[in-house]
């Protein structure tokens, strides 16, 4: 009987924790706007954003790939900073790919250069949409990758995430 209170406190406390850690979780995947000192994204639900040393910015879907891809992300996103031009930047990513759509902006001062591309890595095919923007003598490269054929939702969030990318 001495043992039963204490059990009880300890199993209240494991399932608040456990309540914790689900809500903290599911809150990561929830959409956010990541806003640095140089752009701003807008991420949809369903992706979360890690902090990578050698990246600007990434993000993965929760989701993974369908079979027989099922070891990858259905998506990815990341950015870019190179000291390379505009045009430099686009035919570095262009390379090896074919080229299905290109349009070209401008926003206030800033050039932008929206691509989707189609990519053959090895047996698998993906779908690259990347916007290129050029400012202080810097190439941003916001590029997200995914399979060609996704969801019509899936696709919605990942042209709203790559019509949000906007430099400062």
Same mark, same amino acid.
């Given at each position: 009987?001495?043992?039963?209170?204490?059990?009880?406190?300890?199993?209240?406390?494991? #399932?608040?924790?456990?309540?914790?850690?689900?809500?903290?979780?599911?809150?990561?995947?929830?959409?956010?706007?990541?806003?640095?000192?140089e752009f701003s994204i807008k991420k949809?639900?369903?992706?979360?954003?890690?902090?990578?040393?050698?990246?600007?910015?990434?993000?993965?879907?929760?989701?993974?790939?369908?079979?027989?891809?099922?070891?990858?992300?259905?998506?990815?996103?990341? #950015?870019?900073?190179?000291?390379?031009?505009?045009?430099?930047?686009?035919?570095?990513?262009?390379?090896?790919?074919? #080229?299905?759509?290109?349009?070209?902006?401008?926003?206030?001062?800033?050039?932008?250069?929206?691509?989707?591309?189609?990519?053959?890595?090895?047996?698998?095919?993906?779908?690259?949409?990347?916007?290129?923007a050029e400012q202080n003598g810097k190439?941003?490269?916001?590029?997200?990758?995914?399979?060609?054929?996704?969801?019509?939702?899936?696709?919605?969030?990942?042209?709203?995430?790559?019509?949000?990318?906007?430099?400062?």
């Amino acid at each position: 009987m001495e043992l039963l209170i204490p059990g009880l406190a300890l199993v209240a406390l494991m #399932v608040w924790a456990s309540t914790r850690i689900k809500r903290t979780a599911a809150d990561a995947f929830a959409p956010e706007v990541i806003d640095t000192p140089e752009f701003s994204i807008k991420k949809p639900e369903g992706w979360l954003s890690i902090a990578v040393p050698t990246l600007a910015f990434e993000a993965y879907t929760r989701d993974y790939a369908p079979p027989p891809n099922e070891e990858i992300r259905l998506g990815t996103a990341t #950015v870019e900073i190179s000291s390379d031009d505009l045009d430099a930047a686009a035919a570095s990513v262009i390379s090896g790919a074919e #080229v299905v759509e290109e349009i070209r902006e401008k926003v206030g001062d800033i050039h932008y250069r929206v691509l989707t591309l189609n990519r053959s890595e090895g047996d698998l095919e993906r779908v690259e949409f990347i916007k290129l923007a050029e400012q202080n003598g810097k190439a941003y490269t916001f590029c997200i990758k995914t399979l060609p054929d996704t969801t019509p939702e899936f696709r919605r969030g990942i042209e709203g995430m790559l019509d949000s990318f906007e430099l400062k």
